[in-house]
C-alpha cells in the first residue's frame, strides 16, 4: 500500500520571474516588451532605459546587459510570468519571427524554447507553434494578476497593486484589431479586401482609373470611393481592376528593361 497517491507532484512555489528550465519552455508572449541594460548591486538588479546604458558596471567583471521584459504565460507552470531575455540567441530568433511576415508579432501563436547544456555550453533553439487564437483563460489569468513592466526600471515590485497604469495584453489588442479588418463593412465587404482593391487600383494605369472612378460616379447610387463599391459589383470591378493591373504593371517592368538598354 502507497502512502502517497501515485500521481502525487509536490505544488510548484509561485513564481512571477521565467526561469528557462532545460527542455522544452512552451509560452505565448502577451505584452510589448520594455528594453534596455541591467547590472547587478550586491546580488540585486539594477535596470537602466534603453537610452540611459551606464558608462561602466558596478563590478568590472560583470559587464552591462542588454534586455528584454515582457508579460508572458508560461504553460510548463500554468503562470503568468515576466519573462527577461538578455540570451542574444532568443532575442535575435523572436526578432527574426517578427520580420517574417509568415508569423509576425508573437501574440498570435506559441513560441517554445528548447534549452539544453550549461553555463558556457548552453544552447537555446526557439520555434513557432502554428498560429492558433489565444485562450481565454489566458486573457483572465492575464488581468487577474496586473502587471507595470516600468516599474522594474525602479527596482519596484511590478506585481504591486497600487500602480495608476499596468501593462496592457497586446494580444487581446492585436487580435481586435485584425478582427476589425476582416468584419464586413456597410456594403458587406470585407475591409481588408476592399483596402487591397483600392490598393491595387491605385497601381492601374491612371486614365484607366480616371476612367473607371468616373463610370462609377454616373451610377444610379453614385460611387464616390472604390471602399463604397456595392457588394453586387464587387467581383465584376475587381476582375477588371485585376485585368489592368497586371497589364499596367508588365508594360512598366517593360519600360525600365528598355531603360537598363
Given amino acids: 500500500m ?3 497517491p501515485d500521481n502525487y507532484e509536490a505544488p510548484k512555489t509561485s513564481n512571477y520571474y521565467l526561469k528557462i528550465q532545460n527542455g522544452e519552455n512552451k509560452i505565448r508572449i502577451l505584452s510589448k516588451p520594455i528594453i534596455g541594460w541591467e547590472d547587478w548591486d550586491n546580488n540585486k538588479p539594477v535596470r537602466f532605459t534603453l537610452e540611459n546604458k551606464p558608462e561602466q558596471s558596478i563590478n568590472p567583471e560583470k559587464p552591462v546587459k542588454h534586455f528584454w521584459a515582457f ?3 508560461n504553460y510548463n507552470e500554468g503562470e503568468i510570468q515576466i519573462m527577461q531575455v538578455t540570451q542574444a540567441t532568443i532575442r535575435k530568433a523572436i526578432e527574426e519571427l ?7 508579432a508573437p501574440f498570435f501563436y506559441d513560441i517554445k524554447i528548447h534549452k539544453s547544456g550549461e553555463k558556457v555550453n548552453t544552447k ?3 520555434n ?4 492558433k487564437t489565444i485562450d481565454p483563460y489566458i486573457v483572465q489569468a492575464f488581468h487577474a494578476r496586473k ?7 525602479q527596482n519596484l515590485d ?6 495608476k497604469c499596468y501593462t496592457e495584453c497586446e494580444a487581446t489588442k492585436e487580435i481586435v484589431k485584425v478582427l476589425s479588418s476582416i468584419q464586413p463593412c456597410s456594403n458587406g465587404i470585407a475591409k481588408k479586401d476592399l483596402d487591397e482593391l483600392n490598393e491595387m487600383l491605385n497601381k492601374c494605369d491612371p486614365i484607366y482609373k480616371k476612367e473607371l472612378m468616373e463610370s462609377l460616379k454616373n ?14 459589383l464587387y467581383e465584376r470591378v475587381k476582375k477588371a481592376i485585376q485585368i489592368n493591373y497586371n497589364k499596367y504593371q508588365s508594360l512598366m517592368n517593360q519600360q525600365e528593361l528598355f531603360e537598363v538598354f
Fill in 2 to 4: 502507497n502512502f502517497l
Fill in 71 to 73: 508579460i508572458v504565460y
Fill in 98 to 104: 517578427c520580420k517574417d511576415s509568415d508569423w509576425g
Fill in 124 to 126: 537555446y533553439v526557439v
Fill in 128 to 131: 513557432p507553434v502554428p498560429h
Fill in 147 to 153: 502587471c507595470c513592466l516600468e516599474a522594474m526600471f
Fill in 158 to 163: 511590478p506585481f504591486a497593486l497600487d500602480y
Fill in 219 to 232: 451610377m444610379p447610387t453614385p460611387v464616390q470611393n472604390i471602399c463604397d463599391i456595392p457588394a453586387t
